[in-house]
């Protein structure tokens, strides 16, 4: 029989303890955009000194870089201003989608320093062949991220359809079933890459990420840091157009496919299997067209990419070709294009209706081909929403509907959750790769 008193986990050291503490400070000074050692104490409850030992091993690390001088408003001399360091650690993000492949390279403040996004028709390719190009494109953005001296700690997948544990289960507008994503990829960056061995490799859904993305940088443009003023304090930024920043919503990105995510109280909900916020196949109509994922009268067939086309009088295959073409008529006031993207917006506002009053939601997202196509297409989803939620919250033109910001896409997301592994453990990071921070005493 097992003490009652035994402790249920091995008690924590010295050497766990300081591991803590450098990832609790390099959190804050990230958080904050830029900080004093004096602002980093008070925010964190730990001694200056503390601070200052934890400071000077991060800076020695690579993970912080100081400058200046700048007032904190308390008493007392000024100090130097600490930021996460512009070189160094970064985070590669690897979208693959049904119609290009998007891939970029963000540092530890989340900006988004390399960027590189070929257009290809990945339908009925090879899940291999899909996977090489998307190696043989992040290739070329590492070189550029080496020429401004950024390392990235690992590679985060997005990835269309049903993702878990390294393979994409499920991905009907590819013609993906239980593909190992994980494994076909890091082996041909892996290929590439000058130096020996594969970079740490994960994988996540596209709307996951791209939801991830609007949170964290949503109302800051593609190159805004953290704390600059573009993006606000702590992270967070004032909200494009004077939004508030919502950290409860619905995230719902139109492509090729519908994808969507939830995220309640800053926190992704994935549901019991990780297959949460499938909302492009929630049925529109039950006895609608047949889908690609076996079902019938799922939502993409009246709201996605090639759904919209075809209703406006264009080849359901155009792409973003395609789409810009839709924009333009639906500007110039073309009927057809203007009833085909409200149309799809009611159908939308429709499905969409039952996931807010199921999850009370703050606000509804709507990224992907939908952001720019919001003129047309959000007046018919926010009457829906009006219409069927029965809080009485949602109103037209409440802004409770709004686009996502320009920083919400998926490759960026993905980068940064590489970036959130470091600055979660920067310890475990320099021990990886042999760096200054790896040191544990002290």
């Known amino acids: 029989m097992k003490n009652e008193t035994e402790p249920l986990e091995p008690k924590a050291d010295k050497a766990t303890v300081r591991r803590h503490n450098l990832s609790l400070v390099l959190r804050a000074v990230h958080d904050e955009g830029e900080a004093t050692r004096a602002a980093v104490a008070a925010r964190v409850g730990l001694t200056r000194a503390a601070v200052s030992s934890l400071v000077e091993q991060l800076l020695d690390g690579g993970f912080l870089t100081e400058s200046g001088k700048t007032f904190s408003g308390q008493a007392g001399r000024p100090g130097t201003a600490l930021r996460v360091a512009r070189t160094g650690p970064a985070g590669l993000g690897v979208e693959v989608n049904v119609d290009y492949v998007s891939v970029c390279v963000v540092d530890l403040a989340g900006t988004d320093r390399v960027r590189l996004t070929e257009h290809l028709d990945n339908r009925d390719v090879p899940p291999g062949e899909v996977l090489a190009r998307a190696a043989r494109i992040a290739a070329r953005t590492l070189v550029s991220a080496a020429e401004q ?21 499920q991905a009907p507008n590819l013609g993906w079933n239980r593909v190992p994503a994980e494994e076909l990829f890091a082996g041909a960056l892996a290929a590439l890459r000058p130096v020996p061995g594969a970079l740490p490799t994960g994988s996540d859904n596209e709307a996951n990420a791209a939801a991830l993305a609007e949170l964290w940088f949503g109302g800051r443009g593609p190159g805004a840091a ?3 003023p573009e993006g606000g304090p702590r992270g967070g930024g004032a909200p494009e157009g004077g939004r508030a920043k919502a950290r409860s919503f619905l995230y719902v990105s139109g492509e090729i496919g519908v994808g969507g995510a939830v995220v309640v109280d800053g926190e992704l909900l994935r549901g019991a299997h990780g297959f949460a916020g499938e909302i492009g196949h929630v049925p529109a109509d039950a006895e609608g067209p047949r889908c690609r994922c076996g079902s019938r009268g799922c939502l993409e067939q009246y709201a996605g990419q090639a759904a919209l ?10 792409g973003g070709p395609g789409v810009a073409e839709l924009e333009r008529r639906a500007a110039a006031g073309d009927a057809r294009a203007v009833g085909a993207l ?7 506002g429709l499905v969409l209706s039952g996931a807010v009053n199921l999850l009370d939601p703050d606000a509804v997202v709507l990224g992907g081909v939908y952001r720019g ?28 509907l709004r686009g996502a910001s320009s920083s919400g896409d998926a490759a960026r997301g993905a980068a940064a959750l590489v970036v959130r592994d470091v600055i979660a453990d ?6 990886r790769t042999g760096g200054a921070a790896a040191g544990e005493g002290g």
Do not use: F, N
Request: hydrophobic share 45%.
């Open 149 to 169: 001296e950024l390392v990235p700690a690992g590679v985060r997948l997005a990835l269309p359809g049903l993702v878990s544990g390294g393979t994409v289960r």
């Open 226 to 228: 953290a704390g600059s």
């Open 309 to 318: 086309l075809r209703e406006a009088g264009l080849a359901p295959d155009a």
């Open 342 to 348: 409200e149309r799809a917006g009611r159908m939308l």
């Open 373 to 400: 196509l919001m003129p047309w297409l959000g007046p018919a989803v926010d009457a829906e929403l009006a219409r069927r939620v029965v809080s009485g919250l949602w109103t037209p033109g409440g802004g409770r």
């Open 426 to 431: 920067p310890v475990g990071h320099a021990a």
